[in-house]
DNA sequence: ACCAATTTGTCCGTATGTATG
DNA sequence: TCATACATACGGACAAATTGG
């Protein structure tokens, strides 16, 4: 294949003479790649941008200035942007150019926990992660949450107890809670790992409030107790309160005749 | 754009009579969509790999027939395609066809680790996950530890003590003895959190154990310990011994000059 | 082991809507 | 307003590799 003879012109890309065969006449020049030019594209461009001679706001050049460079026809460039540009390397800035970028959080935790649901895995391996994580982000939360973290953990709360009987906000305004707590925290680490937990409860949390009348008033009212430890600064009853949560989380779970061994489910239907 | 007017036969693609304008004429048609049909082609097939339509191994259609059937160019299909190859939900089995397939640990982690790398977490994020993380882990592994990944693990011990003056390959044990705790907890959801921070460390790891000829010692006995300890199925002392050898792994690094508060170090150069 | 059909990788040329100057 | 540049999208083409007889 390859009809243009012209390679890429990148620093391991070899011209690649001998077409990648399945038998080997000499062990002289053993085996190596054949990778589609495609490929190489976004091998390339993502190493520039990890390496950080890209940097994230950096334009890159238009898709015939690249193809040019790279020596690839501009078809074939645009599959190997393609790529790049749905892991979040490249954005689109303002329809016409693209620029380099950083995944941001929201995009990691949706990759995050469709690989999870993908993965199939259980609701108690999911919940055994909550109750290691939930916790410690509250009490991190309630020693450094930054000033305008506070507020909107403060309006949070508020909002919920305005909208305690619309199902879909209150189970937003959860993931949202949980997601601010973990921001507050400072540690990015943490936060990116937290996320996708709410993602992933999404449809079973909105199950769990529709079967329990009762549940969601327990909700706000942790939330209420662990925002007001966070905001006073106290790291002990936050963590407390937060566990308590967690663990509330799990029983109203299995009260509502959910499998704790159970796969979480998919988002299937009706999750807008 | 758009010359062929034939649009994406799919559920949510509008014909899309209206030109995405930037300006409503009527709130009656209130905004939406204006999507290259590129990125819907990605969306569907998305779609229907995780609710199930498409499960793994399935085999795609040809690029000719899924042109056709989403009645789209075969060069916009392959854009379409290339953002889910490298995505890990599509893959080729053998040159010839694509099959559907779940992003597997490795890929996730290395996508994790990336994003956290180019967000520029700083050391103590990371190990103020570590030390949350791997001692849990160790608990866990060593209540539940299959009999595989426990021989895999004494394995790995045994091969650092056979090859404990080899730079490179303690790290990779390094990285990899870790691995297998969190995978022996049998809790997919802590893998796929602690995967990513080894990746992560792995170049200031193994700046650290250049520049402290007695780490490495220290770091052999510790896996022995805990390796034993879960052997043993000592929940206890597993813990006990991880957490020991985080925190020391902490002082090594401050001993070694580094700064706990910079940021993780790009892998940069030399990192095979 | 060879041939024929299929499929992928790659390229070319072109049309069109949109944004920028 | 108009011209230009650029991204999207299409159609057609062909070489190389695979697959199935």
């Given at each position: 294949m390859r009809q243009g003879r012209q390679s890429l012109r990148v620093p391991i890309a070899p011209e690649n003479g001998i077409p990648g065969g399945t038998m080997e006449e000499k062990t002289l020049f053993d085996a190596i790649d054949t990778m589609p030019n495609y490929k190489r594209v976004t091998l390339v461009i993502e190493e520039q941008i990890i390496n950080g001679n890209l940097k994230p706001g950096d334009a890159l050049p238009t898709e015939h200035a690249l193809a040019e460079q790279l020596g690839v026809n501009r078809s074939t460039l645009r599959e190997g942007l393609r790529a790049l540009e749905n892991v979040g390397l490249v954005k689109r800035a303002g329809a016409k150019k693209l620029i380099v970028s950083v995944p941001e959080r929201a995009e990691i935790a949706e990759y995050t926990s469709r690989a999870m649901r993908l993965h199939s895995v259980k609701f108690s391996e999911l919940w055994e992660m909550m109750i290691l994580l939930e916790p410690v982000a509250a009490r991190y939360a309630a020693e450094r949450a930054p000033k305008e973290v506070l507020t909107r953990l403060g309006q949070n709360v508020k909002e919920m107890e305005e909208r305690l009987h619309d199902d879909a906000t209150i189970i937003r305004l959860d993931v949202e809670f949980h997601s601010l707590v973990s921001q507050a925290s400072r540690n990015r680490v943490l936060v990116l790992s937290e996320e996708p937990l709410g993602l992933l409860l999404y449809s079973s949390t909105k199950r769990l409030y529709r079967s329990s009348p009762r549940a969601r008033y327990r909700l706000l009212e942790a939330h209420r107790k662990i925002y007001e430890a966070i905001a006073a600064g106290n790291a002990e009853t936050a963590e407390t309160w937060m566990r308590k949560h967690i663990e509330d989380f799990k029983r109203g779970h299995v009260f509502a005749?959910?499998?704790?061994?159970?796969p979480v489910r998919p988002p299937s239907d009706a999750d807008g």
């Open positions: 005749g959910f499998d704790f061994h159970g």
